[in-house]
Structure formats: C-alpha cells, structure tokens
C-alpha cells in the first residue's frame, strides 16, 4: 500500500494546466522566420520534425515537474511488523507414579498411560512457559527441570515407569519439590499441577504445610483425583510372585486435594476418564494462559526516489532539446 508522507505537496499538480495554458498562448504569438531559396524541398521533412520537435522540450519540462511534484509528495510503501512479547508462567507437572497407577479404568491403557498421553499434548500446546516434572509414590523426585524443550519433556514423559521407587503416595513431599523448583524463577505466575490417585501415606512433610508453603511464596497448585468410582481392575503381586488381576477399591482423599487447592488458589479436579483429564487440563490451559502483548511497528520503503530520478534525466533531455541544432530546426518550421 502506498502512502504519501508529504500529501500537501500535490498541490503542485495545479501549476501542469496553467503551464500548457501559458505554452498554448505563447505558440499562439507569431514566429519571425528566415526564407532560404531552396527552403521548399525541405518542408515536408522539416513539417515531420517540427511537429516533434516543437513540442518536445514542453512535453519533457511538463513530466519533469509532474514528477519532481510527485517525488517531493514521498511516496513511500507501508511495511508492518507485529513484534510480540510473551510472558510466559513457570510450571511443574507432579504425577503419581505409584503402582495403584496401573488401575486399568483409563483409556488406552490405565491411569498411568492417560496421564503420560494428556499431559504431553498439554505441554505441547504451550509456546513460551518453562515447563518442569516431578514424580512421586513414597519419594518424590525431579524427573525433568524447568525448560522450554517441550520435545524432550515429551521424550521423558514416555519414558516414565510406575514402581521404580519406593511404593507410596507422598503428596507432601511432591508438593515441596515442586515448589522449590519453582521458588527461584522470576515468572510473574507460578503453577502445580498436582494428580493423584490416593491417599496420602507419607507424613513428612505435611501436605497441608508444604501447601501453605508453596502459597506463601506465590505458587498456585491445580489437584486432580484420577480413577473412576467404586472399584476398578488393576493389576497386583500374586503369592507366587507373578502379577495377578483383581477389583480393587479406588480411594482418593478428595477432602484433602480440595484443601491443597483452596489454600494456594488453585483448584480440585476429578478425572473418571480420559476424555474428563483432557478436559481438565483443557481448562487449566485457559485458566493459566502466556501474557501476550503485541507491539504494531510500521516501517516505510520510500519510493520517490525513481521519480526524482526520471524528472532530472526529462529536464536534461529537455535541455539538450534546447540547445542544440534540433531546437534550431523545431523554431525554424
């Protein structure tokens, strides 16, 4: 899109009409000629000639002004730019990785897998958040330090396995890990996605404290309850020390993931199914959104430069005209 940075200068303009109306007037008035003997033989070549040449000077004065006109008016091409400047949260998933994990009433495989599979599509859906993860049963742990590697947190997230510590429910501990990693960055919004599918069992710290810990240092926590209602299949030690099937009870605390919530402003979600995690994670997604700012930059490409360039090459051809013999022809006719 062209714009013109100097508009008032087209005015100029006005001054072409009067020009031809002065040329007009001026070839009007009666020429003084010279008659050469032999001049009849040459009239129809001069005739040819003269009606070029006669008015070529004016034609070219007359373009070098419309264009010296146009050029002074800057022409120039607008050329936007969008800058963007994110604000990104700091985020640690903690997932359960204790063997009642293994709970086959989630699709495609069990609890573990659904988790493993929504969490690594939110984390893809991110752009400018770093990112860390924690696993837990009775020993909490760093799986994966804050990054903004969304890949290789993909790549660690399938590389979890249930019962590779100690069995248990630590909530407490996975908490004050979580926050920790989180308690040294400087993102204006820090978050704990916490999920569980039981029952606190380890005693230190305390869930609550670590909770009210994590609130004091600005950090909000998002609990999920992961299982279905009543009884679900999972998968246990047989007596002989092979795995064995059986219905066994789903038991999450939800009173005390309402609580860890509540206390750091976050909240308690329940996931009977994977489509439900999907959901949920869908609406912490919105909930905890990237600060975006855009910034409109225009930046001009000027383009008056040709037009300047043309007027100075009309009026030095138009000079030559002047000057030289072919004038001398043009007036003679």
Known sequence: MVEWANPWALLGLLAIPLMIAWEISRQRRPAPTVTFPAAGSLKPLMGRVNRWLRHAPFVFRLAAVALLVLAIARPRAALDEEKVHTEGIDLVIALDISTSMLAEDLEPKNRLEAAKQVAKEFIRGRTSDRIGLVMFAGEAFTWAPLTLDYEVLANLMDQIEAGTVEDGTAVGKAIAISAN?????????????????????????????????????????????????????????????????????????????????????????????????????????????????????????????????????????????????????????
């Not at 999450?252 to 199914?273: H, V």
């Not at 912490?284 to 430069?305: G, L, P």
């Open 181 to 333: 990693r989180l308690r040294h960055g400087d993102a204006e919004s820090r978050v704990i996605i916490l999920l569980t599918d039981g029952v606190n069992n380890v005693d230190q710290p305390d869930p609550l404290t670590a909770a009210g810990a994590a609130s004091e240092l600005g950090i909000k926590i998002y609990t999920i309850g992961v299982g279905t209602y009543g009884m679900a299949r999972a998968p246990v030690r047989a007596p002989g020390g092979g795995i064995a099937y059986r219905q066994v009870e789903v038991r999450i605390d939800e009173d005390l993931l309402k609580q860890i919530a509540d206390l750091s402003g976050g909240q308690y979600f329940r996931a009977t199914s994977t489509e439900a995690l999907r959901s949920i994670y869908d609406r912490i997604d919105k909930m905890e959104r990237t600060k975006v700012e855009i910034e409109h930059v225009r930046h001009w490409r000027e383009k008056f430069y040709a037009y300047a360039i043309a007027a100075l090459v009309l009026l030095a051809l138009e000079r030559v005209l002047v000057t030289t013999r072919l004038r001398n022809l043009a007036t003679a006719g």
